[in-house]
């Protein structure tokens, strides 16, 4: 059994900041640093590759706001609208970031006629690793954190402000379990990189990250079941893994059109 007692704030001289915020902006400035190396073999110009860091970072906050707000309580919220903005409170989610992020990078790329499937590829080694370096905050400030367990690594919570259950109950450490699953897809993605058509390094990320999120929505604690059995995560995870599934078919359906189509030629 491991202790964890880190509370949810952190002081920088006296000033209070929110761990899960500190670990937004290391995250953030994690994945610039692996986008912009990967730049120059994306033939993609850097300029477009910093404003898409720009679009991407406001897409994924606005997303990972409405995506907590819609899945938790929408009433409270619209009783007291000021609080949408009270993020310091905590309330980002990773899957309504994911997806903000996605159409805002869309939304560019379309505006400046850059192509979005060779951009989502540069961006997507560095979307999991920007997750584990989140991750870390989360499991020291008791964020997401996991159902009872008697596995040797389990977890207690015992700083008594943190996000989790103070119960002296062991806990899965999900977040860690993430972390861990974020990096090994990093590194597969990186092993992958070039051996794909254009588009595909980005859907099988989300193939990947949307089935380890499946699996380990079933051993989180801290949210409740909304239909057949299944949380909102697990039916967000299901929705992504289908569209990027079928995505990839099409691509591949048109990649094999297109090679009979010259040979016919």
Partial sequence: ??????????????????????????????????????????????????????WTLIGSFIGARLYFIVQNDPGTFMRDPWRVL???????????????????????????????ARSADL?????????????????????????ASSLPWAVVYTHPNSYAPIDGVPRHPVQFYEMAG????????????????????????????????FGLFFIRGDVPTVALGLTNGHWTALTI????IAVAVWIRHGTSTATYARGRA
């Fill in 86 to 116: 009270a993020v310091w409170e905590g309330g980002l989610a990773f899957f309504g970031g994911l997806v903000g992020a996605t159409g805002a990078a869309f939304l560019y790329t379309r505006r400046r006629q850059v192509s979005f």
């Fill in 123 to 147: 961006f997507a080694p560095a979307i999991p690793v920007a997750g584990a370096v989140g991750r870390v905050a989360c499991g020291l400030a008791g964020m997401d954190y996991g159902t």
């Fill in 241 to 244: 893994f289908a569209v990027a």
């Fill in 1 to 54: 059994m491991i202790e964890i007692s880190w509370g949810p704030i952190a002081y920088v001289g006296r000033i209070p900041i929110n761990w899960y915020g500190l670990g937004w902006v290391a995250a953030f400035l994690t994945a610039a640093s692996v986008i912009r190396r990967g730049t120059p073999r994306s033939h993609i110009d850097p300029a477009h590759v910093e404003s898409l860091l720009v």
């Fill in 182 to 213: 974020d990096l090994a897809i990093a590194a597969a993605l990186l092993r992958m990189r070039g051996r794909v058509p254009d588009g595909g390094l980005f859907l099988l990320y989300l193939i990947l990250f949307s089935t380890l999120r």
